[in-house]
């Protein structure tokens, strides 16, 4: 009989072994999160630059138009990274007062 991290259930296997498929599988949540999230980001940043910077949609864009959306798409990413380097700190702060 196997187990959820794909080795068998014998007991006797290593503690080590399980801690690494266990990473294994950490890791890989960790990456699929992080994809999701991108991906999040992009739909919401198209979403919102597109509905303000292309009013009326036709067969291509105008180079005021251009110009808006990679404005808008700069400012949204900056300020979505100032907002995510403050949420790390943050973490991180907190893990340290925990571990005090």
Do not use: W
């Amino acid at each position: 009989m196997t187990s959820l991290f794909g080795g068998s259930s014998n007991p006797t296997a290593s503690s080590a072994d399980m801690a690494a498929r266990l990473e294994q599988v950490k890791n890989s949540i960790h990456n699929e999160l992080a994809l999701q999230n991108a991906q999040e980001l992009m739909n919401k940043v198209t979403d919102k630059c597109y509905v303000k910077c292309v009013p009326k949609p036709g067969g291509s864009l105008s180079s005021s138009e251009e110009k808006c959306l990679s404005q808008c798409m700069e400012r949204y990413l900056e300020a979505f990274d100032i907002v995510n380097r403050t949420y790390i700190a943050r973490l991180r702060k907190e893990r340290v007062d925990q571990q005090s």
